[in-house]
């Protein structure tokens, strides 16, 4: 028994003197072996990286977040393309979409945006369309510190290029074309990288439609920049290549090409207009070439061309209220005559167009009752027409809808401010909604108008009451001044009355 406790506790010392001896051995390889591990991961690391960086997508382009224009607006104008477009490039709007999200550190939004690239993209011809787009995928990954993911992106590149010989790569087409097309979305800072990338483009697909039709938007704003004066030449490389883009459906390129002749080739330009009103009688970016292009022309003309686009397009929101607002420029002309004596013009003939004015705002209203500017422009028709109760309905449910941006409340404010000025002859309760008005810090043709009618109304006060106004004024001011620079107003929207600017500036009644 003795003998055996005696061999139990040699094997328990020798254990321990092992574990001992083992324990020292580890202590003094482990900083080696940290240190190897380290130096395997930088290397595996910049190996990584130098990959990445030679990877053809927005990560490697040389982006600049600066000098992108309307960096804010520009996601909700890449959106509007998506959803109103059946468009080639919608996988390259998506891909600048997960590029803009990544600049916001919203890379989760950036992934999002990536699989519905890669879903745009699932009827592809070549697997080399995917090349952008995984390349993306590899930067967000990394960005976000999914390295086993950045391995499986960079893994189905090398897939894909296996097909592709090195001195390809570097000029595949699809490649130029999506940088080209981001670059010409991103702004006038990047034009000429555009037109660079689809000239590279265009040299290995002449025929290519996509191309083509980019290659001529980027030199008509590249002309448009250059041109002095507002007269566009239609003998110019731009129209040339507008003239050799234009297809049935392509109603951008329509509306730029009537642009581009307007002044040369009236006919055909209004020929151009007309068409593009019936295909897309609502989309946004089409909507403000066409108000570029009736700012030069007459209303009666402009009526004319938008009574038969409405007749193609009779649920056109945006229509009826452009007609309306054209009615409505035609009463304020005949008022106008009429009051300094010119009896072209009777009553009648000005309550007939009042009745016009009201019917087409009407529906626009029925058409689209979120439109806040569509609203306000029915209010006011009401409130020329006498209909006063109908028009103090429509403003006070405006008031009282708390979802209203603070741009619209602004809007609202100076609204119903004018119509209690002038209709209701509440000097008092239009001084007040002047004020909520000039409240909002954004500066605006509403903002800047309730301060000019604030300050000729204090001049008509007695000296407390306009004292009063003028002390609200500076105080508001002095804010301004104290606080960050006032924030600007410049919505492009569907909803935005492009055409209302135009009729303002340059319509004349003929």
């Known amino acids: 028994m003795n003998k055996r406790m005696h061999a139990f506790r040699m094997v328990r010392a020798q254990s321990r003197m092992w574990v001992l001896f083992l324990s020292v051995i580890i202590s003094i390889l482990l900083p080696s072996f940290s240190a190897?591990?380290?130096?395997?991961?930088?290397?595996?690391t910049t190996d990584m990286e130098v990959k990445l960086k030679a990877l053809e997508c927005h990560f490697t382009w040389g982006i600049e977040k600066d000098d992108i224009k309307d960096r804010d607006s520009l996601p909700e104008k890449l959106l509007d393309r998506v959803m109103k477009f059946s468009s080639p490039n919608h996988a390259t709007y998506f891909n600048l979409l997960a590029f803009l999200s990544?600049?916001?550190?919203?890379?989760?939004s950036a992934l999002e945006y990536l699989h519905k690239a890669e879903s745009a993209l699932k009827n592809r011809q070549d697997d080399t369309e995917l090349l952008v787009t995984y390349a993306n995928f590899a930067w967000v990954h990394y960005h976000s510190g999914n390295m086993?993911?950045?391995?499986?992106?960079?893994?189905?590149?090398?897939?894909?290029?296996?097909?592709?010989?090195?001195?390809?790569?570097?000029?595949?087409?699809?490649?130029?074309?999506?940088k080209a097309w981001s670059f010409l979305r991103l702004g006038g800072l990047f034009y000429l990288g555009a037109k660079e990338s689809f000239q590279k483009a265009l040299k290995e697909e002449p025929d290519n439609a996509s191309f083509n039709v980019g290659y001529a938007?980027?030199?008509?704003?590249?002309?448009?920049?250059?041109?002095?004066?507002?007269?566009?030449?239609?003998?110019?490389?731009?129209?040339?290549?507008l003239r050799k883009s234009l297809e049935p459906d392509?109603?951008?390129?329509?509306?730029?090409?009537?642009?581009?002749?307007?002044?040369?080739?009236?006919?055909?330009?209004?020929?151009?207009?007309?068409?593009?009103?019936?295909l897309s009688p609502d989309v946004p970016l089409v909507i403000r070439y066409v108000a570029e292009f009736f700012s030069h022309e007459g209303i009666n003309e402009t009526?004319?061309?938008?009574?038969?686009?409405?007749?193609?397009?009779?649920?056109?929101?945006?229509?009826?209220?452009?007609?309306?607002?054209?009615?409505?420029?035609?009463?304020?002309?005949?008022?106008?005559?009429?009051?300094?004596?010119?009896?072209?013009?009777?009553?009648?003939?000005?309550?007939?167009?009042?009745?016009?004015?009201?019917?087409?705002?009407?529906?626009?209203?029925?058409?689209?009752?979120?439109?806040?500017?569509?609203?306000?422009?029915?209010?006011?028709?009401?409130?020329?027409?006498?209909?006063?109760?109908?028009?103090?309905?429509?403003?006070?449910?405006?008031?009282?809808?708390?979802?209203?941006?603070?741009?619209?409340?602004?809007?609202?404010?100076s609204g119903f401010s004018l119509f209690l000025f002038f209709r209701k002859k509440d000097e008092d309760g239009a001084v007040t909604q002047?004020?909520?008005?000039?409240?909002?810090?954004?500066e605006s043709?509403?903002?800047?108008?309730?301060?000019?009618?604030?300050?000729?109304?204090?001049?008509?006060?007695?000296?407390?009451?306009?004292?009063?106004?003028?002390?609200?004024?500076?105080?508001?001011?002095?804010?301004?001044?104290?606080?960050?620079?006032?924030?600007r107003v410049e919505v492009h929207s569907s909803d935005t009355d492009d055409l209302t600017d135009a009729l303002g500036k340059g319509m004349k009644l003929k």
């Open 36 to 44: 190897i591990d380290c130096k395997m991961s930088a290397s595996v």
């Open 303 to 413: 009526l004319e061309v938008l009574k038969k686009a409405v007749k193609l397009s009779p649920h056109s929101s945006f229509m009826h209220n452009q007609i309306g607002r054209c009615h409505k420029s035609q009463f304020n002309q005949m008022s106008e005559q009429k009051r300094k004596g010119i009896w072209r013009v009777n009553a009648r003939q000005i309550k007939e167009k009042m009745e016009l004015c009201i019917h087409h705002f009407s529906r626009a209203v029925e058409l689209k009752p979120s439109n806040v500017q569509f609203r306000l422009n029915l209010a006011e028709a009401y409130g020329d027409n006498y209909q006063l109760e109908e028009a103090m309905k429509i403003f006070t449910n405006l008031l009282k809808d708390e979802s209203l941006s603070d741009s619209d409340k602004q809007q609202c404010y």
């Open 434 to 442: 002047f004020k909520k008005a000039y409240q909002i810090p954004i």
């Open 102 to 108: 990544h600049l916001e550190e919203n890379n989760v």
């Open 445 to 487: 043709w509403d903002r800047n108008k309730a301060r000019k009618r604030l300050k000729q109304i204090a001049n008509q006060k007695r000296v407390g009451e306009a004292s009063e106004i003028l002390e609200f004024l500076a105080t508001e001011d002095k804010k301004g001044r104290n606080a960050e620079a006032p924030r």
């Open 250 to 278: 392509n109603t951008e390129i329509m509306v730029l090409l009537a642009l581009q002749l307007q002044k040369q080739s009236r006919h055909e330009s209004m020929k151009l207009i007309t068409e593009a009103l019936r």
């Open 148 to 178: 086993n993911d950045v391995d499986a992106y960079i893994g189905k590149l090398e897939n894909i290029n296996k097909g592709v010989t090195t001195a390809i790569q570097g000029s595949l087409p699809t490649i130029h074309g999506e």
């Open 217 to 241: 938007m980027v030199l008509y704003r590249l002309e448009g920049l250059a041109r002095k004066g507002n007269v566009r030449l239609a003998h110019t490389e731009g129209a040339t290549q």
